[in-house]
């Protein structure tokens, strides 16, 4: 166990050292209850060198594990839905996994890296990070009685996942779910054609009123 903590202050670019590093100015702020990461780590330690499977293939259980290590830690959704502890998680506790999880070579760091650890602003702020991009699915739709098929579904196609959780729809956390269900069986072509048909029609329709019937039904037309 280990106290939490976050950021005093949300990090940008400019704050991190070379190779992704946080400084070691940055200034943390601890919160009163405590996180256990060791299962998360022990089944990174058990995957990491595996070839027969890619990074990716190990999301739906990295979410699970993630998901019980915090949602009984005493943490609540002003933790959860704050940026400065999923920065501190990932650049402090489980920098590693953040690192293998998109190859990024420590010495070469694209642009498109930094995001990976800092997260980002608006609607797809937090499935940009990659911890809290595991954990706010998992929170949201282990609620339901098939979550776990859910859950697997949503990580099952990385173009699906991050159609869904891009788009200014995915605020409302039951029509999160309503998509999920609606998009469970589709492809990749079909998952994204559906989110788009979904994304246009929100401006004239009141989307978050619907059923998720109704929400099926409108993303599935033609499809």
């Given at each position: 166990?280990?106290?939490a903590?976050?950021?005093?202050?949300k990090l940008t670019?400019?704050?991190?050292?070379?190779?992704?590093?946080?400084?070691?100015?940055?200034?943390?702020?601890?919160?009163?209850?405590?996180?256990?990461?060791d299962?998360?780590?022990?089944?990174?330690?058990?995957?990491?060198?595996?070839?027969d499977?890619?990074?990716?293939?190990?999301?739906?259980?990295?979410?699970?594990?993630?998901y019980?290590?915090?949602?009984?830690?005493?943490?609540?959704d002003?933790?959860?839905?704050?940026?400065?502890f999923?920065?501190?998680?990932?650049?402090?506790q489980?920098?590693?996994?953040?690192?293998?999880?998109?190859?990024?070579?420590i010495?070469?760091?694209?642009?498109?890296?930094y995001?990976?650890v800092?997260?980002g602003?608006?609607?797809?702020?937090?499935?940009?990070?990659s911890?809290?991009?595991?954990?706010?699915?998992?929170?949201i739709?282990l609620?339901?009685?098939?979550?776990?098929?859910?859950?697997?579904?949503?990580?099952?196609?990385q173009q699906?996942?991050?159609?869904?959780?891009?788009?200014t729809l995915a605020?409302?956390s039951?029509v999160?779910?309503?998509?999920?269900k609606?998009?469970?069986?589709?492809?990749?072509?079909q998952?994204?054609?559906?989110?788009?048909r979904?994304?246009?029609?929100?401006?004239?329709?009141?989307?978050?009123?619907?059923?998720?019937?109704?929400?099926?039904?409108?993303?599935?037309?033609?499809?």
């Amino acid at each position: 166990m280990i106290k939490a903590k976050r950021l005093k202050k949300k990090l940008t670019k400019s704050d991190l050292d070379p190779g992704l590093v946080m400084a070691a100015n940055a200034n943390t702020l601890d919160y009163d209850f405590s996180v256990n990461f060791d299962k998360f780590r022990n089944f990174f330690d058990s995957v990491k060198t595996q070839k027969d499977l890619k990074p990716a293939d190990y999301d739906f259980e990295f979410s699970k594990i993630l998901y019980d290590s915090l949602v009984n830690s005493g943490a609540t959704d002003a933790e959860f839905y704050d940026m400065r502890f999923w920065q501190w998680v990932s650049l402090d506790q489980l920098f590693e996994y953040c690192v293998w999880r998109w190859n990024i070579d420590i010495n070469d760091v694209k642009s498109s890296h930094y995001a990976k650890v800092l997260g980002g602003g608006g609607v797809g702020g937090f499935s940009l990070n990659s911890i809290s991009r595991l954990f706010i699915p998992a929170k949201i739709l282990l609620k339901e009685s098939d979550g776990d098929a859910l859950l697997k579904s949503f990580f099952n196609i990385q173009q699906k996942e991050q159609s869904i959780s891009q788009s200014t729809l995915a605020i409302n956390s039951s029509v999160f779910i309503s998509i999920v269900k609606a998009t469970e069986n589709l492809n990749t072509n079909q998952t994204v054609r559906a989110i788009s048909r979904l994304n246009a029609r929100k401006s004239g329709m009141c989307i978050d009123a619907m059923t998720s019937e109704e929400i099926a039904d409108l993303a599935l037309e033609n499809i």
